[in-house]
C-alpha cells in the first residue's frame, strides 16, 4: 500500500515489537493452529438440535440456537407480498410485476426462486457484486482517464458466468489463468481481464516503478476480493497485524511481474514511457481482420505521432521567436529575417501538421472491418523470480524470492511452479480445497447480499483487524456445503439460504426482547430494511414508468465504438461526450459505463462504490444531496410523468383504483388507508390548483400524476426493502 | 466552540460503529428541534460540529488554488542574480538560458516583502500575508503534483484536504455542504481533488459552477424543481413525508433509519434556499463588488469567487477551495502572466480586506498556491518550465504571522534552501491551525490507519503566530 518508508508514526516502536512478538508465537504454532481464525481450518459441526417446526432448513437450526441462547424470539414470518418483491429484488434486481405478484401464490417461493435462477435477468443483478469487488471501470482514472474501449467484454463474461453458473471455483481460475488453462478460448481470455482493469500511474516515468504499482494494485484486488486478506499491505514491510511476510507479497509479485499484463495503450502524449500494450484480437475471424486493422491504426498512429512531434517543435520555435522579439525590442518576425526564416519554419511545421492530422480524419472514417478485442493477461515468456524490495521501495533490490513460495500459515503451499508465470499454480492455489479462505469469503459475501449485513460483518476483511464471525459454526457449514455437495454452485448456495426460514422472516413485528438485547439484529430475528442498491433503484423506476429495455446495449457499450483506441489523440474520457447519452440510457444500469472519476449524479448520491478500489460492501448513507436528487431531478421528474401517463391511458374509473394500481406497481402491496386518502386529497386539490392557475384539465391531470409518482418513487416504500 | 458540548466517543470509534448502517445519518438538522432527539442526533451526524484535538486558531479554509503553477520568480520571489545572469547559460546544455524576471521588483510592507509589478493590490496587503518561498513538492508533471497538493498522495486515490477538514470537524450550518469547491477542475484528476476516496462520502466536497467558465452563470444542480414553486414543492414534500411517517410507524425496529431520510429531505429543502441565497450576490454593496474587481472584465471571474468564497465563510462553510487555471507558462510568459496575475491579483487583496472589516479574518485560513513553481531557464525564454523543488505559496489570516516572510530559494529561485515546507508540512500545517493533530486524525481502511500526511509531515511551527 505506498511506499511508506521506514518509519512509522502509526506504530510505535514498542508496538512494533508487540506484534513482532504476537507474530513470532503465532509462527511458532504455525504447523498447528494458526491464531487467526479465518486461517483455520474449515471445521464442520453438528448442525444444533432444535425441536418443533420453527426451521426450515440446516441453516435455521444454526441461527436458532443462538436465539436459544440469548432468549430471544424472532419475529414472524415476512407476508407474501413483502416475499415476492424481496424474493424478486434479491435474484434478480428488479421489481415483479403486477402478474409475477399475483402468480406467486400459486408458484410459491421455491417454484418462483427456481425461475428466477434460470433467468437471464440473474446474472445481470449478480454479475454487478462481483463488478463492484473487480473495481471494473471502462477507464483508467488515475493521472490520465484513457478510455479501456474493450473491458465491456470482461463485464459480459462476468453476466454471462453467473447466468451458466459457472461453478466459482473455475470462475476464479479463469479470471486468474484462463489464458493457461486446458482448452482455452476466447472466454478464458476474456475472463483475466480481472487483472488487467485496474487504475495505472501512466505518467509515471521510471517503468519498474509503474511495473510495481501495476502489480501492487492486482495483488490488492485479488488478496482481498478472493481471500479477504490486505497482502498488499506487506510491500513495504511484514504485515503490522495478520501472519503475511514481506517475502510473500514479493513470491507473488514475481508471478505477476512474469506475465504480460495488456491493458491497451496509454495516453498519447507519454508513448516514450514505454506503458504502452496492445489489447488482444479475439474471435474466429481475427487473424483475417487483425492485420488489416493493424496496419490502419498504424497509419493513423504514425501521422499523429508524426503531427504532434511536428507541433511541439513548432511551438518551441515559435516561443524562441516571441522571446527573441521581446529581448530585442521588436514588434514583429519580419523586422529580423533570422526571426522570420524561424517563423515560416515554425507555420510551415504547423501547416504540415495540420494536413497530417486532417488524413487522419479522413482515414478514421475509412474503418476496416474489425475482429473482437480484449483486455487479458499472457505470459511473459521470461518467468523470473522477484527481488523483495526493501521498505517497498521499487529499486532497493534485497533478495530474490523463489515465485510463490507462500508461507502464510494455515494455507496450503503453492504446487511447484513449472517454466512458465505461475499464474495457473496461484489459480490452483486460490481455490484449493485445502485453502480457508476463498469459500468462506464467499460464503459470507453471498449471506451479506441476500441479508443486508454478512456473518462477517468485514466482508472484505478476514484478518486480524477484521470482525470476527457472529455465527462461525454457521459460517463453516456454508462453506463446506458450498464446496462438497453444491460443487462450488453459486446458485445452489443462494437456493439454499432463500429457502431458510431466517431468510422468509418479517423486517418488523412482536419479538420477545429481540430489540432489546440486539438492535443492531445481529441474530438475524427479524428481516434488516435495506435501501435499494442504486442499480436495483434506477432498474425499477424505468420499469415502473414502462421505461425499461431489458436488452443488452447492440454495441457492447457506450464506449465501445466512441473509441477507437488511445493513441488516435483523444487520449481521455474529458475529450468525448457521451454525458447525454448516458443521461438517457434505458438499458438495465450495469450496462452502464463505468467511467472512473466521470460517476453520473444518481449513482454518486446513492453511493456507488469508487471504482477505484476493490469493495465489496456499499454504503448507504442517507444525505441532503440525495433527497435534493429524488425532488428535482429530471430523471426522475421525466420517469414520474411516464409513469403518470400510463394512469392515464389505462382509463382507470377513478383515483381509487389507479392509486390500488400504483401501489402494487410501486410497493407490490396497496396503501394503507390513511396513505390512500392522503394520496387522493393530494391529487383532488392539486388539480383544483392548477386548472385554478389556468392549465387545461389534461394537463392538471398529467401533472398531478406526475407529482404522486415522484413521491412514491422517493417514498422508503419504494426505495427501501423489508 | 463549546468544549462541554461534544461527547467524548473517539472520532474512529463513532464512525466505525455508524458504517454498520444502523442510524448511520440522522442528520445535524435534528439538533436544536428536540433536545431528546439531538443528544442521539448529535452523536450520529458526521457533519455536527466536532471538537478539534487542541483549540483551533482557524475555525475554516479559503485555498485558493491556482492550477498549472504560478511563477514565483516573476510574482514573490525576488532574486537579482538571476537578473544579472539573463541569458547566460550556466549548465551544460548551453541552450539553456537563464531568464530574468521580465518584471520590477519592489519591497512592501515592514517585513521588506518583494512583490512585483504584477500584483500590486497583494503588495498592498503585504502587512497581512506570511510569505512562505521554500515550498517544495514531490513530482513536477501537473497531475501528479495535483494529486499530491490537494490529496497528499499522487500514487493511490486518496480522501482530498477538504474532506479531511470536515471530517475532522465536521461544519457551522446545518443548511449548508461543509465543504464546497467552486468552479472545479474536471480534467487531470477531476473530482479526486474533491473526493472523499474512503472517507465516508458524506465528507465530500460539494462542486459550484463550471472550471474556468464565469460564476455568473453557474448552475446548481437539483436546486430547483423546473415545475413547480417552493410551496407547491412543499405541499408534494409533506404529501411524502406522510408516506414516510407511516412507514416509520409500521417499522418500529427501523425508525431511526426512516427518520433519517424524513430528515435528509427536510434538509435539502432548507437547501435550496440557503445554497443559492449564498450564492446570490445581488444584495452586496456595490462598494464591496469593487473591491473584490467585479465588473472589471479581467478581474470578474475570480472576483465572484472570492466574494462567495467569503459569504460561504460567513455562512459557517468549513473549507471553502477556489480555482483558477491557465498558470502553466511554458510560453508566451510576457503576456500570460499579467493576464492570470490581473485575474487574481485584486480580487485575492479584496477578499483579504473584505474579511478584515467583517471580523472574519481573525479565523479564517486563507491558502494560495499551485502544485508547484516555475524554473528560472528553458530553452527558449518565452516560458518557464516546471519546478518542484522551490516555489513559493502564501498564508494569511488565522494564526499565522502577519507581514512575514519565511523560507528562501537559492539566489536563482531554482531550490529551496532554508525555511523548507514540503507538501505534507503544509497539510500538518493547515489542520495544525484548524485545531487537528495530522497524526491522530486518522480513518481505519482496508486494515489501516490512513491519514492527510501518511507517515509524514511536520508543522511550520516558525509560521505560527
Known amino acids: 500500500m505506498g511506499e511508506t518508508g521506514n518509519r512509522s508514526i502509526f506504530w510505535p516502536a514498542k508496538w512494533c515489537l508487540l506484534f513482532s512478538l504476537i507474530r513470532g508465537v503465532s509462527f511458532l504454532a504455525v504447523a498447528e493452529e494458526p491464531e487467526l481464525w479465518s486461517l483455520q481450518s474449515v471445521n464442520v459441526s453438528a448442525v444444533p438440535e432444535i425441536p418443533g417446526e420453527w426451521p426450515l432448513s440446516e441453516i435455521d437450526h444454526f441461527i436458532a440456537s443462538k436465539w436459544r441462547d440469548k432468549g430471544v424470539e424472532p419475529v414472524g414470518d415476512a407476508s407474501p407480498e413483502i416475499l415476492v418483491r424481496r424474493l424478486y429484488f434479491n435474484l434478480t434486481g428488479l421489481p415483479p410485476t403486477l402478474k409475477q405478484i399475483s402468480d406467486f401464490s400459486e408458484t410459491g417461493l421455491e417454484g418462483t426462486l427456481d425461475q428466477l435462477l434460470a433467468s437471464p435477468r440473474f446474472g445481470e443483478k449478480w454479475a454487478r457484486h462481483w463488478l463492484d469487488l473487480a473495481r471494473y471501470a471502462e477507464s483508467n482514472g488515475a493521472d490520465r482517464n484513457v478510455v479501456f474501449a474493450h473491458a465491456w467484454r470482461y463485464r459480459n463474461w462476468v453476466i454471462d458466468a453467473f447466468n451458466s453458473d459457472l461453478p466459482y471455483n473455475q470462475f476464479i481460475q479463469e479470471q486468474i489463468a484462463g489464458d493457461l488453462l486446458p482448452g482455452a478460448g476466447d472466454s478464458q481470455l476474456v475472463a483475466t481481464g480481472f487483472l488487467t482493469l485496474g487504475p495505472k500511474s501512466f505518467q509515471e516515468t521510471n517503468r519498474e516503478k509503474f511495473l510495481m504499482d501495476m502489480v501492487d494494485e492486482q495483488i490488492d484486488v485479488m488478496s482481498r476480493s478472493i481471500l479477504g486478506l490486505t497482502i498488499a499491505c506487506s510491500r513495504c514491510h511484514d504485515h503490522k497485524f495478520d501472519p503475511i511476510p514481506q517475502a510473500d507479497y514479493y513470491a507473488l509479485a514475481g508471478i505477476l511481474l512474469s506475465s504480460k499484463t495488456l491493458h491497451g495503450p496509454g495516453p498519447l502524449y507519454f508513448q516514450n514511457h514505454q506503458h504502452n500494450q496492445p489489447v488482444l484480437a479475439i474471435g474466429s475471424e481475427k487473424e483475417k481482420l487483425d492485420p488489416g486493422v493493424q496496419k490502419w491504426r498504424g497509419e493513423i498512429y504514425g501521422k499523429t505521432v508524426k503531427a504532434m512531434t511536428l507541433r511541439s517543435a513548432a511551438y518551441k520555435i515559435k516561443r524562441t521567436v516571441t522571446g527573441s522579439l521581446r529581448e530585442g525590442g521588436l514588434k514583429k518576425p519580419e523586422e529580423d529575417p533570422a526571426l522570420l526564416k524561424m517563423h515560416n519554419e515554425s507555420e510551415a511545421m504547423y501547416a504540415e501538421a495540420k494536413e497530417l492530422l486532417d488524413q487522419r480524419e479522413t482515414m478514421m472514417k475509412e474503418v476496416p472491418a474489425k475482429p473482437g478485442y480484449a483486455m487479458v493477461m499472457q505470459e511473459s515468456g521470461k518467468p523470473e523470480d522477484c527481488h523483495l524490495r526493501e521498505r517497498g521501495v521499487h529499486n532497493e533490490h534485497g533478495e530474490k524470492v523463489p515465485r510463490g513460495r507462500l508461507t502464510i500459515p494455515g494455507m496450503p503451499s503453492l504446487d511447484e511452479i513449472g517454466g512458465g508465470s505461475g499464474r495457473r499454480e496461484l489459480a490452483d492455489w486460490l481455490v484449493s480445497e485445502k485453502n480457508p479462505l476463498t469459500a468462506r469469503v464467499m460464503v459470507n459475501r453471498i449471506w451479506y447480499h441476500l441479508f443486508g449485513s454478512g456473518l462477517v460483518r468485514t466482508v472484505d476483511n478476514f484478518g486480524v483487524t477484521g470482525d470476527e464471525p457472529t455465527h462461525p459454526e454457521l459460517l463453516d457449514y456454508l462453506a463446506e456445503k458450498f464446496v462438497e455437495d453444491d460443487q462450488w454452485s453459486v446458485k445452489k448456495l443462494i437456493r439454499r439460504i432463500v429457502l431458510s426460514r431466517t431468510w422468509q422472516l418479517a423486517g418488523s413485528g412482536e419479538s420477545k426482547v429481540g430489540q432489546e438485547l440486539d438492535p443492531g439484529n445481529t441474530l438475524y430475528w427479524r428481516a434488516n430494511l435495506r435501501r435499494l442498491d442504486v442499480e436495483a433503484f434506477h432498474d425499477a423506476v424505468l420499469a415502473v414508468s414502462g421505461k425499461l429495455d431489458l436488452n443488452p446495449p447492440l454495441k457492447g457499450s457506450l464506449l465501445a465504438d466512441t473509441f477507437l483506441g488511445n493513441e488516435y489523440g483523444k487520449p481521455s474520457v474529458d475529450r468525448v461526450n457521451v454525458r447525454a447519452e448516458m443521461k438517457s440510457f434505458a438499458h438495465r444500469a450495469v450496462y452502464l459505463p463505468v467511467v472512473r472519476n466521470e460517476i453520473p449524479d444518481l449513482y454518486k448520491q446513492f453511493d456507488f462504490p469508487d471504482a477505484n478500489t476493490t469493495s465489496g460492501a456499499r454504503g448507504a448513507r442517507t444525505i441532503p444531496s440525495q433527497a435534493l436528487f429524488l425532488m428535482n431531478d429530471e430523471f426522475i421528474e421525466g420517469c414520474s410523468k411516464a409513469a403518470g401517463e400510463m394512469v392515464l391511458t389505462q382509463g382507470f374509473m377513478d383515483d381509487g383504483s389507479a392509486l390500488d394500481w400504483a401501489a402494487l406497481q410501486t410497493e407490490g402491496r396497496p396503501f394503507s388507508s390513511e396513505i390512500k386518502r392522503g394520496l387522493e386529497t393530494y391529487l383532488k386539490e392539486q388539480r383544483s390548483h392548477l386548472i385554478g392557475k389556468g392549465k387545461s384539465a389534461e394537463e392538471a391531470e398529467l401533472e398531478s400524476w406526475t407529482d404522486v409518482f415522484q413521491v412514491l418513487f422517493s417514498g422508503v416504500g419504494f426505495r427501501f426493502l423489508e | ?465
Open chain 2, 1 to 465: 466552540m463549546n468544549d462541554t458540548d461534544f461527547p467524548e466517543t473517539p472520532r474512529r470509534d463513532f464512525l466505525q460503529s455508524t458504517a454498520s448502517g444502523f442510524g448511520y445519518l440522522a442528520l445535524a438538522g435534528l439538533l436544536g428541534e428536540s433536545s431528546a432527539k439531538a443528544a442521539s442526533g448529535d452523536a450520529n451526524s458526521p457533519f455536527a460540529p466536532k471538537r478539534p484535538h487542541f483549540p483551533a486558531r482557524a475555525k475554516r479554509v479559503i485555498f485558493l488554488c491556482m492550477k498549472g503553477g504560478p511563477s514565483h520568480l516573476d510574482m514573490f520571489d525576488y532574486k537579482p542574480k538571476l537578473q544579472a545572469d539573463d541569458g547566460k547559460s550556466l549548465g551544460s546544455n548551453e541552450k539553456i538560458k537563464m531568464l530574468g524576471s521580465l518584471w520590477n521588483f519592489k519591497q512592501h510592507g515592514q517585513d521588506g516583502m518583494w512583490f512585483s509589478e504584477l500584483v500590486p493590490n497583494l503588495a498592498g496587503s503585504a502587512d497581512d500575508i506570511c510569505m512562505l518561498h521554500g515550498m517544495q513538492t514531490e513530482n513536477p508533471e501537473h497531475a501528479q503534483a495535483l494529486d499530491f497538493l490537494h490529496t497528499g498522495s499522487f500514487q493511490f486515490v486518496r480522501p482530498s484536504m477538504g474532506s479531511w477538514a470536515v471530517y475532522g470537524l465536521g461544519t457551522e450550518n446545518r443548511d449548508l455542504p461543509g465543504f464546497v469547491t467552486i468552479n472545479p477542475p474536471h480534467v487531470l484528476g477531476g473530482a479526486k481533488y474533491y473526493g472523499s476516496s474512503f472517507l465516508p462520502a458524506a465528507f465530500q466536497g460539494t462542486p459550484v459552477g463550471e472550471y474556468q467558465k464565469n460564476l455568473k452563470d453557474a448552475q446548481l444542480s437539483n436546486m430547483s424543481h423546473p415545475r413547480l414553486s417552493r410551496d407547491e414543492q412543499r405541499k408534494r414534500l409533506d404529501l411524502l413525508q406522510t408516506l414516510n411517517r407511516g412507514k416509520a410507524a409500521r417499522l418500529p425496529e427501523n425508525q431511526s433509519e426512516v427518520e433519517a431520510v424524513i430528515e435528509s429531505f427536510e434538509l435539502g429543502f432548507r437547501m435550496q434556499k440557503a445554497l443559492p441565497a449564498v450564492m446570490d450576490i445581488s444584495g452586496e454593496d456595490p462598494r464591496t463588488l469593487g473591491l473584490y474587481g467585479i465588473g472589471q472584465s479581467a478581474s470578474d471571474s475570480f472576483g465572484r469567487q472570492c466574494l462567495l468564497a467569503r459569504r460561504m465563510a460567513e455562512s459557517g462553510v468549513r473549507f471553502i477551495q477556489l480555482n483558477d487555471g491557465d498558470w502553466d507558462h511554458h510560453g508566451g510568459l510576457a503576456g500570460n502572466m499579467p493576464k492570470a496575475c490581473g485575474r487574481i491579483d485584486k480580487p485575492i487583496a479584496g477578499l483579504i480586506q473584505d474579511l478584515k472589516q467583517r471580523g472574519l479574518f481573525d479565523d479564517t485560513l486563507i491558502v494560495w498556491g499551485g502544485e508547484f513553481g516555475r524554473t528560472p531557464d528553458d530553452g527558449t525564454r518565452d516560458g518557464r518550465g516546471h519546478n518542484a523543488k522551490g516555489f513559493t505559496m502564501f498564508m494569511a489570516g488565522g494564526g499565522v504571522k502577519r507581514g512575514f516572510k519565511y523560507g528562501a530559494t537559492d539566489e536563482y529561485g531554482r531550490e529551496a534552501v532554508e525555511g523548507k515546507i514540503h507538501i505534507h508540512d503544509l497539510h500538518a500545517t493547515i489542520l495544525h491551525l484548524l485545531g487537528l493533530d495530522h497524526e491522530a486524525l486518522t480513518y481505519k481502511w482496508a486494515g489501516r490507519d490512513f491519514r492527510l500526511t501518511d507517515v509524514h509531515g511536520n508543522v511550520a511551527k516558525e509560521v505560527l503566530a
